[in-house]
């Protein structure tokens, strides 16, 4: 019989200790459902964690993948820190996306980069805007933030698939449902590395990143915003008390998240893709749910973990090109996650006491 | 006519059953957002099982067993090792789409034989009521009967008493002595197995083979639905007829051609969810007795 006895205070130890275990765990239990399944473990393994390395151009490929995911999860943490659940950020991307392409779209002739500063702005609103919906039912009528949020990520899907069908759609796309190509000015160019030229997709949106995770460092150390937010998530009680008003924070939180799903949006779009299609996002916004958990809702944690979850995401890409094992299995491998990483929150907390008999 | 209400019927069963199930775990204070998860276990489940031994019938089986595997997890986690339910849940349902797409890969563009209609005696040749009644199949009339129980259940069994006073008052209902985290235990894995039998319902009556994440948010929309019954189980009926109809609806505006989109069509039954979540819940927070006062909310207590 396994008893819990609480610690007098959170173990420094397992903060670091944790996150280490649960991969290793997960890549223990993942193997374990692969052999059961008929697949070969080892080369599962190889595919999905050594070969992103294998290759310069891969290992960039790798920070191209982690860059929508390092920006989703860091707005995630903030709500996910202030209790507030936005499980809908695949929508806001969705949304911050098409935003900022309809403005793209608008200007066909564009080319100076300063523009990319105006799409990036209308990323930002549309991804803002459409977590404003269940930031104010939340607040306003207590509607199920999670729900709200879900829901519309569906609604989202559909209507992005309804613009690039209809309005948006290309005359000249003999009959694919893509819009025009965006202008040379909405378009985040390719680093180019002296002597060396491309290193795979790497682009300047990665520079967002560098910006982001300092900046997202101070406001939540340093600024009494950040002080709200998580004496809020900690402590509501004394939060209450405090006088911190939950509402504000809860609006906040969800259009900042909001708003940087839709940056996300528009970097994808804007460097990988070039125009819009029904298919924008691939699951960034679910995906960086777990980012912000494996990253111990804390930025610098959140750069490591993108980089991690990215890396079994590209390593899925190509267990499905050389296994034929279907890519959604990174779904299998961030669940387990998950468990492990949330079992070692309990663990920070409390102390594991083994006892005879019941 | 008579087709349409039937196809309305066979919309909603998924959804009545999942949310049954979840009404019960929620009742016991155990708030499971992996119901979506769980669905995916069944429907997959499900088509296995038939494939293999080639009777419908065990795919309703194999969906209930796949779904209390999947609520096992859940309860292991949530209830033992006391993790956050709400990321938890989460952590299900992505689980359990990245394993069902690995599991249904083999599956894919087989048809399974449809679950057969059982005709009741006599009652079934009433016109028009006979036929949209009593000529369901199985699980239909299976979750009818598991509304009934659970609302006898809940409402005047000693165990259905204390499983809500568990929900309401952990801590109390622990100190008086009632076994709290058995009983979440058992709840939620019942919960499961709706959740499991409504996804088996999908591939066994609607759509015959396997698609990736074929439920479609018919388990969040089960979520809604029980906040939308405010815990009362027959609501749930009402609420889950009314999102068969939107979606048969929309289904049938885009096979006559309305002339709206056919996206902004489909959007119907995930607006329907959010308009009818907003009216609910503005009226639930005058009311807050309806809501179980422990959901959520993770049991320390040693047992």
Redesign the interface.
Known sequence: MITFIPRDKVSKNWIIIAPILSIVFTIFFGLLIFTFLGYNPLETLYQIFVSPFSRIDRISDILVKACPLIIIGTGLMLCFKSNVWNIGAEGQFIMGALLAGFIALSFPNIETKFFLLITILAGFVGGALWAFIPAILKTKLNVNEILVSLMLVYVAMLFIDFIVRGPLRDPMSFGFPLSKPYPEGALINKIPFPGIGFLGQLHYGILFVFLLVPISWIFVNKTLGGFKINVLGSAPQAAKFAGFKQNSITITVLLLSGGLAGVAGVIEVSANIGQLQPEVSFGYGFTAIIVAFLGRLSPVGILFAGIIIATVKLGADNAQMTMGIPKVVTGLFEGILLFFLLTGETLQKYKIKWSEGK | MEALILTIIATSIPLLLAATGELLAEKSGILN?GVEGMMLSGAVGALGAVLWLENPYYGIIAGALSGVLMAS?FSV?TI?????Q???G??????????T???G?PLVGKTIPSLPKIEIFLLSDIPLIGSILFKQDFVAYLSIAIIIFISFFLKYSKSGIILRAVGDDHQSAHSVGYPVKKIRWYATCFGGMCAGIGGAYIPLVLTPHWS?GMTA?RG?IA??LV?FASWIPWRIIVGALIFGGITIAQLVGQARGWPI?S??L??MP??A??IA??MI??R??KNNSVVPSSLGKPF?G?Q
């Open positions: 957002l997890i986690f033992n090792f006391m993790t956050n709400v990321a938890t989460l952590g299900l349902t992505i689980f359990a789409t990245g394993l797409g690995l599991a890969a990736e948010g969040w979520l809604a906040v989109p996206q902004l489909s959007m995930y607006i969810t959010i979540l907003t819940s503005g639930l927070s320390f040693s």
